[in-house]
């Protein structure tokens, strides 16, 4: 994996778990210095930070609810402050609710978009004024396979995601050459979300060609991709990582 890892900094959101906390980690491995957001537990967070700083990187921890554009302003400063620069943005906190419609009030859609969208949104603007100025810097998106094949119950959860997909296509059309913009879009993953792969590997697996969830490294390792040299001809694309639920192309 080819990357320039000397003044490399990038920030990912919710990273204290699961896939957010497998990019982390996997960046570090690769000698890019991490800011790892996260909103909820203080010793999850600086468990990650610890793990990054084995690799020899520099890694630092930021509380911040990416849903609100004033924490997300602070989340930025605290990066020109540590790291004097950003070149890659991960767009991972999220939230997963099951509801259906008939049940969901105004404040469970509205929360789902927030986190989902407005998050994205107000971090890749930011990201995106200091990326466009330095004339380099790559946004990738999280998303998810709901956007495609859809999902009884997690109606919000989904639309959510989609406005990211087209979000993504967009931005990336308004920051080319330049900045680079992709998404990848998981199928279902183990993570510490789930009490063990047992309990839902059965329910999960008939979606699968592979017969089995993904595990948080491997989409980590898409995401590495499409922020290494490696992925420099990628833009306004959506990975697919996602054991065949979803075929592209």
């Known amino acids: 994996m080819a990357i320039e890892t000397t003044v490399k900094c ?5 990273a204290s778990r699961g896939i957010g906390k497998a990019v982390a980690l996997e960046f570090a491995k690769a000698g890019i210095n991490v800011m790892i957001n996260y909103f909820g537990d203080d010793k999850e967070a600086l468990e990650v930070k610890h793990q990054a700083e084995t690799y020899g990187v520099r890694a630092e921890i930021f509380h911040a609810d990416v849903s609100e554009p004033v924490q997300v302003q602070e989340l930025f400063e605290a990066i020109d402050n540590l790291f004097g620069r950003i070149d890659i943005l991960v767009n991972n ?3 997963a609710q099951a509801v259906s419609v008939t049940e969901m009030t105004d404040e469970q859609w509205d929360r789902m978009i927030k986190i989902h969208m407005y998050g994205t949104f107000y971090t890749s603007r930011a990201a995106a004024r200091r ?3 330095q004339k380099s810097g790559r946004i990738i998106n999280v998303t998810s396979d709901v956007v495609s094949q859809g999902a009884a119950e997690f109606a919000h959860y989904a639309a959510a995601k989609g406005g990211i997909t087209a979000f993504t296509k967009s931005l990336a059309r308004e920051l080319a050459p330049y900045v680079l913009v992709n998404a990848v879009a998981p199928g279902g993953t183990f993570t510490d979300i789930r009490s063990s792969l047992e309990e ?3 329910k ?3 979606r699968y060609l592979l017969n089995r969830l993904a595990f948080p490294q491997e989409i980590a390792r898409s995401v590495l991709f499409l922020a290494s040299d490696d992925g420099s001809i990628y833009t306004g694309q959506v990975l697919g990582a996602n054991g065949g639920s979803v075929m592209n192309g």
Do not use: C, K, P, V
């Open 200 to 202: 839902t590997q059965d």
């Open 131 to 133: 990326m466009t100025e």
């Open 10 to 14: 990038a920030l990912i959101t919710g």
């Open 204 to 206: 999960n697996d008939a």
């Open 93 to 95: 906190a999220g939230i």
